[in-house]
């Protein structure tokens, strides 16, 4: 079935430092690919998107590109700040997923920056 | 915008007990989807409706139940909870029948399982 692997935190950066939080995926065809962002005690809020291959998801200076050719979609920031502490999810919804279009997800990196 | 609106925001309920979670979605979407989401976890499927019927079913136990209503609202109900029931519920709502497949969320109800 399909899945989503993403890189295991928690990840500590100062501010204006770069970020990478690394996801992989399986699935078959050309899935769509997020980037959910849950802030402490908030709920889940989309960061970017993609829904084709080479497609680049960006928003709030944060960049991911599907990769078809690696399966990817590496998530990005130049210059982090305090107010990025938050659990990042990768999440994918399936290509033959019809009206059944539930989320898959990774198990979340945890990101602190430090002032 | 309107967004999703989950009620109540938080519960907190005995073992043993039963308990309602609503969801109102977006106007116009269609879809539903409830996820379990438990400390420091990634948020788990739980079901979904669409168009009121159901669309898919996940690691929902048969404990729960859930239906869509005329109004596209949706109810999850839980019966003889477990301190394991103890999570945050989130609900998404997308627009089925224009083919979006983005999901929005909202805020959450954190059920607390005494």
């Known amino acids: 079935g399909d899945s989503v692997t993403q890189m295991e935190g928690p990840v500590t950066l100062s501010e204006e430092a770069f970020l990478t939080i690394n996801c992989t995926y399986t699935?078959?065809?050309?899935?769509?690919l997020f980037w959910y962002v849950q802030y402490p005690g908030e709920g889940l809020q989309l960061l970017l998107k993609a829904t084709k291959a080479d497609d680049k998801g960006s928003n709030k200076g944060f960049e991911a590109t599907y990769r078809k050719e690696t399966t990817s979609f590496h998530l990005e920031k130049g210059s982090v700040q305090v107010s990025d502490s938050a659990v990042y999810f990768c999440a994918l919804i399936g290509t033959n997923a019809g009206n059944n279009r539930k989320l898959i997800w990774g198990l979340g990196t945890s990101l602190a920056v430090n002032p | 915008a309107a967004g999703v609106i989950q009620s109540p925001r938080h519960l907190i309920k005995e073992k043993r007990e039963t308990a309602t979670l609503k969801c109102y979605p977006i106007?116009?979407?269609?879809?539903v989807y409830w996820y379990q989401q438990g400390p420091g976890q990634d948020p788990q499927f739980l079901i979904s409706f669409y168009e009121k019927m159901q669309s898919d079913k996940g690691s929902i136990p048969d404990r729960f139940s859930a239906q869509q209503f005329s109004d596209y609202h949706s109810e999850l109900n839980m019966s003889s909870l477990e301190l394991g029931d103890s999570a945050l519920y989130f609900c998404?709502?997308?627009?089925?029948?224009?083919?979006?497949?983005?999901?929005?969320f909202g805020p959450g109800t954190r059920l607390t399982v005494l």
């Open positions: 998404a709502s997308s627009n089925g029948r224009r083919g979006g497949n983005e999901q929005f």
């Open positions: 699935a078959t065809g050309y899935p769509s």
């Open positions: 106007p116009r979407h269609d879809t």
